[in-house]
């Protein structure tokens, strides 16, 4: 067993305690006190520890447009282009690279666990690999190498659109055929392993039909589900315009609306889909670099907490990695479009970038309390941006101030994968996505 003893622990509210010991026991959290001096063999951590961040939302390969696409004009639908070019140059191998050198990014910024919602599932020519997981597996393996942990939502990716019975060329790659070819490549993944766990994603309902998702409810088995949700407007006209209901309307026919459900972007949304949203209960991701990078608009977040949805964020296409960001911006983006300030207290952002992004994923206890697993993080109050911090503030502080630069150490199952700023295995990280990109963008 090591016992921590951390100078500031934010645990949830508005203000931090000082003098905090946190006992771990393997990988668990068993013991929990405030106000207690160090004692003799306890670890001690400066600046302020708090539950670790978890990424709700992941394309791993999409790091590779970073820079390369945000100066571009255009929209959503033409971004696509050049993601799609990205997607088909992937290999087992250069995906694994390139996973792993993302995902230590991600343990830079203190991102303990994430979401990855895998779609490139297959050879380029739409064939299979000898294992047809392999290419999940490599998201796997990259996880394992980089320390955190992950949720592999499988994606089913069948229709390039609701008038589309196939998919395009370029997504030929994604497709498993049919729902049956895709439960059953699914199910050879298990449950899981340690330090990963499988969820089911239909992609959408451009790309999984309003016919086929009765399939993922009879086929869930315990498992989260995860989906992308009237990103766009275009997605919801079409949605409207072929079966007459909201892409949210579609969902709650199928039954595929509650806890167990997070509704990825939920970007355009009617009084009733936010009602349906709300009144079940279900997750919603919001990811607001990449939906103001790809010009996608402001969800109602408000409204959707209000109406008893819970909040988790991502990031996405990686336009950047900072859930302290992705956080915030939940609040400053909603000041713009209504003019008023306050709409979230603190608090609860930094829940959504750490408990809420657990519970969606299906890890049900995540905190700095006793039997949680021991991921947590430790902010460095030495940085021009935390230089002010006041205890009681301290999650205005952390959400409003905080940014990757200020995680100094990580832990992930009582494992420690980042130290004094510099990730434990992989010690040049910037090497390694330099090195990885390339070998992607360049082929």
């Keep these: 067993m090591t016992t921590y003893h951390a100078q500031w622990a934010w645990r949830g509210g508005e203000s931090a305690d000082e003098n905090v010991r946190i006992a771990v026991e393997g990988s668990m959290i068993t013991a929990v006190e405030v106000g207690r001096a160090p004692e003799r063999g306890d670890v001690t951590i400066r600046g302020v520890v708090m539950p670790g961040l978890v990424n709700a939302h992941s394309h791993a390969f999409h790091r590779a447009l970073r820079g390369n696409t945000h100066g571009g004009s255009g929209d959503f639908w033409s971004w696509r282009e050049p993601m799609y070019a990205i997607a088909n140059r992937l290999t087992p191998d250069n995906y694994r690279a390139l996973a792993t050198a993302v995902f230590a990014e991600m343990a830079l910024a203190g991102i303990t666990g994430v979401g990855e919602f895998h779609y490139v599932h297959h050879p380029v020519d739409g064939g299979r690999y000898a294992d047809p997981n392999e290419m999940g597996k490599a998201m796997v393996e990259a996880a394992r190498t980089s320390g955190i942990k992950l949720a592999l939502l499988d994606v089913a990716y069948l229709h390039a659109g609701m008038d589309k019975p196939e998919p395009l060329q370029e997504q030929r790659r994604f497709s498993d055929g049919s729902m049956d070819a895709w439960l059953d490549r699914v199910d050879l993944l298990g449950e899981g392993g340690e330090g990963w766990t499988v969820g089911l994603a239909p992609h959408s309902v451009r790309a999984v039909h309003p016919e086929d998702l009765e399939a993922v409810v009879a086929n869930r088995h315990g498992r989260v589900v995860h989906l992308h949700v009237s990103e766009q407007p275009a997605e919801n006209a079409a949605c409207v315009a072929a079966s007459g209901k909201t892409p949210t309307g579609v969902l709650a026919e199928a039954g595929l609306l509650g806890p167990h459900v997070c509704a990825v972007h939920a970007t355009h949304l009617t009084d009733e889909d936010i009602r349906l949203l709300g009144s079940t209960g279900t997750h919603v991701c919001f990811c607001p670099t990449t939906e103001r990078d790809l010009a996608d608009g402001i969800g109602p977040a408000k409204r959707l907490v209000g109406a008893g949805a819970t909040l988790c964020v991502g990031s996405d296409s990686h336009a950047v990695i900072d859930l302290f960001e992705e956080a915030r911006a939940i609040e400053q983006d909603e ?62 502080h952390i959400v409003y101030s905080a940014s990757p630069a200020d995680v100094r150490d990580v832990w992930v199952g009582g494992r420690q994968i980042v130290k004094d700023f510099a990730h434990v295995t992989i010690g040049d990280v910037p090497a390694a996505l330099r090195a990885a990109i390339a070998s992607v963008v360049t082929l």
């Design 335 to 396: 000041r713009l479009i209504t003019g008023v300030r306050g709409n979230h207290s603190p608090a609860s952002l930094l829940e959504s970038a750490t408990g809420n992004g657990a519970t969606s994923l299906g890890w049900e206890r995540h905190g700095i309390v006793v039997g949680a697993t021991a991921d947590f993080i430790a902010l460095d109050l030495d940085s021009v941006r935390l230089a002010s911090f006041v205890a009681k503030n301290a999650a205005a």
